[in-house]
Structures are given as structure tokens and as C-alpha cells.
């Protein structure tokens, strides 16, 4: 497992969310907080799921919409949307989502490979899936997902 994923002992924490019809989760060590829907100042020339720009206490940090970003229809903000502030290799982003859900504590070995089927390069977004007992929780992997955003940072 990679060292992206922040293990305590065997089990993992993440939080879950929507996005649509579906769940996501990510690890609860790359949040540094989590925020109610503020609007967002928009910046020319930025892909469509860049939404644009917030104060985050005097840092400016870019807002993405998952939802865009992961190929399914742009998120309507509304009162139950949430900005979960990232920290991926020391850049912050926020992750515009639809609600917010769980908070959760996996096992290790509960987390199982994304199938084969999928294409390599959507793959790549999944760290894994996490089988519970109604659904099945995408676990992302925020590197991949926002490799563009750090790259044009670095």
C-alpha cells in the first residue's frame, strides 16, 4: 500500500461523501478541515472543474468540483455542500462536493482493488473500493486526481 494512505495499525480512517448518486471517500489524514459552501472568486482560463479561488484565512487556495473532475455532471452548490480542504504534499485544495457523509474507521484489508476492467488511466483515480454492508465507497486517490493542480503549483 502506498505511503499516500496513512495507516493506524491496520485499519484506515476516511471520510465519505456524495457526489450524485455515488459515495467517495479519501483518507482523513490529507483533511485539514472541512467547510460549508462559500462562493468562489472564478479565474479565466482555468479547466471547467477548477471552480475558482477562496480565502482560506488569508491563503488563497484553488476550489475544484470533484464531481466535474471525476467525469460526471457539475455540482450544483446548495446548502448541504461542503468544501473539504485538502493538504497534498504541503499544497492546499479544496474539493467541492455535494454532502459530506461518514466518518469512518476500515480495516486495512477490507480496501480492495479497483477491477481491471476499468480503464488504466481511470484506475488511476481509485485507490481502492470499500465493500460495506449496503454500498460500495469509492476510495480515491487525491495525487492522481489532482496531479494537475500540484504539478502547475510546483
Given at each position: 500500500?502506498?505511503?499516500?494512505?496513512?495507516?493506524?495499525?491496520?485499519?484506515?480512517?476516511?471520510?465519505?461523501?456524495?457526489?450524485?448518486?455515488?459515495?467517495?471517500?479519501?483518507?482523513?489524514?490529507?483533511?485539514?478541515?472541512?467547510?460549508?459552501?462559500?462562493?468562489?472568486?472564478?479565474?479565466?482560463?482555468?479547466p471547467?472543474?477548477?471552480?475558482g479561488?477562496?480565502?482560506?484565512?488569508?491563503?488563497?487556495?484553488?476550489?475544484?468540483d470533484?464531481?466535474?473532475?471525476?467525469g460526471?455532471?457539475m455540482?450544483?452548490?446548495?446548502?448541504?455542500?461542503?468544501?473539504?480542504?485538502t493538504?497534498?504534499?504541503?499544497?492546499?485544495?479544496?474539493?467541492?462536493?455535494?454532502?459530506?457523509?461518514?466518518?469512518?474507521?476500515?480495516?486495512?484489508?477490507?480496501l480492495?482493488?479497483?477491477?481491471?476492467?476499468?480503464?488504466?488511466?481511470?484506475?488511476?483515480?481509485?485507490r481502492?473500493?470499500?465493500a460495506?454492508e449496503?454500498?460500495?465507497?469509492?476510495?480515491?486517490?487525491?495525487?492522481?486526481?489532482?496531479?494537475d493542480e500540484?504539478?502547475?503549483?510546483?
Amino acid at each position: 500500500m502506498s505511503n499516500a494512505i496513512k495507516q493506524s495499525g491496520a485499519y484506515l480512517e476516511i471520510v465519505s461523501f456524495h457526489l450524485g448518486d455515488q459515495e467517495f471517500c479519501i483518507d482523513i489524514m490529507a483533511i485539514r478541515e472541512i467547510r460549508g459552501w462559500a462562493p468562489v472568486t472564478p479565474m479565466p482560463h482555468t479547466p471547467p472543474y477548477v471552480l475558482g479561488l477562496i480565502n482560506l484565512r488569508g491563503a488563497v487556495i484553488p476550489v475544484i468540483d470533484m464531481a466535474c473532475r471525476l467525469g460526471m455532471k457539475m455540482t450544483e452548490p446548495s446548502e448541504r455542500s461542503a468544501i473539504i480542504v485538502t493538504d497534498i504534499a504541503g499544497k492546499l485544495v479544496g474539493l467541492l462536493v455535494e454532502q459530506v457523509s461518514d466518518m469512518m474507521t476500515i480495516k486495512s484489508e477490507d480496501l480492495q482493488p479497483a477491477p481491471e476492467i476499468i480503464p488504466e488511466t481511470q484506475r488511476a483515480f481509485c485507490r481502492g473500493i470499500v465493500a460495506l454492508e449496503k454500498t460500495m465507497v469509492c476510495f480515491l486517490n487525491l495525487d492522481t486526481v489532482i496531479a494537475d493542480e500540484l504539478a502547475q503549483a510546483a
